[in-house]
């Protein structure tokens, strides 16, 4: 459902302006020449330093912009400011999902993240891509690649997550990681790049739950 309202709210700003929709359908764009994608990122930086500096003073009235800066945001987010994005309509966030302080999105990618997913402190989602060759690079073109992250994921404090990544429901991201590639559901990464440690097993389950009930 979320996703589905953040992609309606994308096609009424594609149909508005070429440069978006480039730049949602993954195509190379210009940023540092759109009138139409500097105006739209100002926006959207400008509601999330408005939203945060409410939160603690209105806690109701900040959700409520959340939500209508973030249209593929789902019931039950728990959200602690400062947050930053540069474009919250392309962005969906599953239910029940809980974002620490210090939140920030760059560039224009699709981003979706999955419901009661953990995401801790400074964490950083990356979707565009500067051109490499010397002069495209100087004439400001890049590209953007989505972000996918499943259901139930754990992503630790101060994690950096690159362009085009995906992360399987269930995963753990160790804090500190950059996340360079995709990782699969189900399992325990860490490190810079970010590798698979090891799997999420059975055993870990039993072990939480005879803590509890020690």
Known sequence: MTTNRRDEHVATLVAQHDDVRDQFAGDWIRYRVSPAL???????????????????????????????????????????????????????????????????????????????CLIGPRCSIYTPNHAEGRVRRLEGWERVSPVTIGDNVWIGGSVTILPGVTIGSDAIIGAGSVVTRDVPPGVVAVGNPCRVLRPITQDDELARTAEETA
Do not use: H, M
């Open 38 to 116: 500097q105006r739209l990122s100002w926006e959207t930086q400008s509601a999330c330093a408005r939203i945060s500096r409410l939160f603690y003073d209105d806690p109701d009235e900040a959700r409520r912009q959340f939500r209508e800066l973030v249209p593929g945001a789902g019931d039950g987010i728990d959200l602690r400011p400062p947050f930053a994005l540069d474009y919250g309509v392309g962005l969906s966030i599953g239910d029940r999902t809980f974002i620490n302080k210090d939140f920030l999105v760059t560039g224009g990618g699709r981003i979706t993240i999955g419901a009661d």
